[in-house]
């Protein structure tokens, strides 16, 4: 075995059997199908039937989240007084598609334009959630109703200090519950309250302003249907990584369902710019090319002083946004957009935007990866509990992409900061093994604020504790995490002949969708299965291309990604583990295998 094949070596862990009872229990269902959907937490046979079916089997009236009576009575009485009414969002792509939802949702409820603001914060000056400033400004601009959407739950402080100034407050949030909640607020709606019994927790932050919109239009109804706001929804919930499991699922194919129907123009132009076919989207369209441009908006537009003068000469204000807006407003008024002209100016921005992000977080990710390996310590991984970087140079809107990269390619939970003057602003991701959010919460004594969920959070700290933090954070996740094998691991759903695949499974296969979060792409291990021919592609030999002989006869095709190392060193047999896929080439579709990783068969 060559050194880089040992370096990328994984572990392969193949789900339980289907237990014997329930593989009886679903026999008119194939195997597989019943196999995999066990995998997912689904394990009777109506619940297969529904999911399979798209029917949501659980319980989904709004006014069963907690203060939701008080939110639609607060918001109904700002309607019939002509309040002025503010709705506070986030800048990455959930909380921009928040954002407009819920504008939408209070303009087809009746609000006047002029009543109803959004505000969305700029990341480098202001930073994630609520700010005292912000709410001063808003209420000396004669703001008296404040909701939050994607963001407040853990802004204690800040929530109190807008209820001092005279606001009403709302918040409506999916991020983790911090130790104590911001009770100066008039209504805190967050499904993941102890007291709450709204059936699904993991609800986006789009989701719960959706829930919101229907339980208004439910005690006020007018002449809107909250349902045309679906669309919305999809795009936060894939872009968020929620779960795609019970409601979010369910939000997501009605959502799906919208796009595929009537796309708005902003979304026409966005996925024109992308060169992506926009008759058939699918949630990986979301996820890898929708999601991507509305974040780079809010990830990009402060880092590129040139943009932002060119938008700011070209678009102005709009009287929508403060004097010095952050640049995920573009996101939200292509989303706004009717006209076909304008959203494809914004769409073009976007697109350049997220081609910067992709070449800032390529530069920077080598960059962060010099420092954490200054001393050679990749060589004694083992040794290496949390990958900590911070530096000036960095970018806040890229932290997180970069944080992600090195989580993924070392397996180990990763914080990167860009230092500021006096504050730093960073960006974690962890491992399944480690909640991040529980270990900022015991070192949230020396930071200004956090917040997030187990696998990825943000926060901001002063400079003169960073020592302290790392040093304290270090020791919590490696006390945490001693005992843990950390290894990357690929979780196999089953383990089947290679003859198996073909048409008709894959055409089996696309009844799960939409795949995401919780409800992954179906991966499968074969053994023993024969090469034909294998060949490094891909600009820099990055990728394996690799060709496999079933039954003598039978072709399968497979491409490796990232797998390049590989090439030269491919035995005669081998065991892989994939994903199935369609290719098509010149206009000729056939079956690909899309290949996770392969050891020698023995």
């Keep these: 075995m060559t050194p880089d094949i040992a370096k990328n070596s994984k572990r392969w862990q193949v789900a339980p059997a289907i237990p014997p009872a329930v593989l009886q229990e679903t026999a008119s269902l194939h195997p597989i199908i019943a196999q995999i959907l066990v995998n997912r937490g689904i394990g009777t046979y109506d619940e297969m039937r529904a999911f399979l079916e798209s029917r949501y089997f659980g319980k989904d009236d709004p006014f069963l989240l907690a203060d939701m009576d008080v939110a639609v009575s607060r918001i109904l009485q700002a309607l019939d007084n002509d309040e002025l009414v503010i709705i506070y969002g986030d800048f990455d792509a959930d909380g921009v598609t928040s954002t407009v939802l819920m504008l939408e949702g209070l303009w087809g409820l009746?609000?006047?334009?002029?009543?109803?603001?959004?505000?969305?914060?700029?990341?480098?000056?202001?930073?994630?959630?609520?700010?005292?400033?912000?709410?001063?400004?808003?209420?000396?601009?004669?703001?008296d109703l404040v909701i939050t959407v994607d963001?407040?739950?853990?802004?204690?402080?800040?929530v109190q200090h807008g209820a001092d100034e005279g606001l009403d407050i709302i918040i409506t949030d999916h991020h983790s519950l911090g130790p104590e909640l911001p009770t100066a607020a008039l209504a805190i709606i967050n499904p993941k309250r102890e007291d709450c019994p709204y059936p699904e927790e993991m609800l986006a932050g789009v989701g719960i302003g959706y829930?919101?919109?229907?339980?208004?239009?439910?005690?006020?109804?007018?002449?809107?249907?909250?349902?045309?706001?679906?669309?919305?929804?999809?795009?936060g919930t894939v872009a968020d990584v929620a779960?795609?499991?019970?409601?979010?699922?369910?939000?997501?194919?009605?959502?799906?369902?919208?796009?595929?129907?009537?796309?708005?123009?902003?979304?026409l132009a966005l996925t024109t710019a992308a060169k992506v076919?926009?008759?058939?989207?699918?949630?990986?369209?979301?996820?890898?090319?929708?999601?991507?441009?509305?974040?780079a908006a809010g990830r990009i537009g402060p880092a590129v002083d040139m943009a932002a003068v060119r938008y700011h000469q070209k678009y102005g204000n709009g009287g929508e946004a403060p004097q010095k807006d952050g640049y995920a407003y573009l996101a939200a008024r292509l989303l706004f957009s009717r006209n076909h002209a304008q959203a494809s100016e914004y769409a073009a921005e976007l697109n350049g935007l997220n081609r910067t992000r992709q070449q800032l977080t390529e530069a920077l990710h080598r960059k962060a990866e010099e420092q954490i390996f200054a001393d050679g310590a990749e060589e004694n991984l083992e040794d290496v509990p949390v990958l900590f970087a911070a530096d000036h140079s960095f970018e806040p809107g890229i932290v997180g992409l970069v944080a992600g990269r090195l989580k993924e390619k070392y397996y180990r939970p990763a914080i990167i900061l860009e230092m500021g003057e006096e504050e730093s602003v960073g960006s974690c991701r962890s491992i399944p093994e480690l909640n991040i959010t529980k270990i900022l919460d015991q070192v949230s004594d020396i930071l200004v604020r956090y917040g997030g969920h187990a696998m990825a959070a943000g926060l901001t700290i002063r400079n003169e504790h960073l020592d302290e933090f790392k040093q304290r954070v270090t020791e919590l996740i490696k006390a945490e995490i001693q005992d843990v094998e950390l290894t990357p691991t690929i979780p196999i759903d089953a383990v089947i002949d290679i003859e198996q695949v073909d048409a008709a499974l894959y055409t089996l296969l696309q009844k799960l969708e939409p795949t995401g979060c919780a409800n992954p792409t179906p991966i499968f291990m074969s053994k023993r299965v024969e090469v034909q021919s294998s060949r490094a592609v891909g600009k820099n030999g990055d990728h394996l291309q690799v060709t496999f002989l079933v039954n003598d006869s039978k072709i399968l095709k497979s491409i490796g990604f990232g797998l390049g190392y590989w090439y030269g060193s491919v035995p005669d047999?081998?065991?892989?583990?994939?994903?199935?896929?369609?290719?098509?080439?010149?206009?000729?579709?056939?079956?690909?295998?899309?290949?996770?990783?392969?050891?020698p068969a023995f």
């Design 573 to 599: 047999f081998v065991d892989i583990v994939y994903s199935i896929d369609e290719n098509t080439w010149n206009n000729v579709t056939t079956l690909q295998l899309q290949l996770k990783d392969i050891k």
């Design 243 to 267: 779960p795609l499991l019970k409601e979010n699922r369910q939000l997501v194919i009605d959502g799906l369902e919208v796009m595929n129907g009537n796309l708005r123009p902003g979304l």
């Design 110 to 143: 009746g609000f006047s334009k002029s009543k109803v603001r959004p505000y969305i914060p700029h990341r480098v000056d202001e930073g994630y959630g609520l700010n005292k400033e912000a709410l001063t400004k808003l209420k000396n601009e004669g703001a």
């Design 277 to 295: 076919n926009a008759a058939s989207l699918l949630a990986s369209h979301i996820g890898f090319t929708i999601g991507p441009r509305i974040n």
């Design 151 to 158: 963001c407040g739950i853990r802004s204690v402080a800040e």
């Design 211 to 235: 829930k919101l919109a229907c339980a208004l239009h439910n005690k006020r109804p007018a002449n809107f249907d909250p349902k045309s706001l679906l669309d919305l929804v999809a795009i």
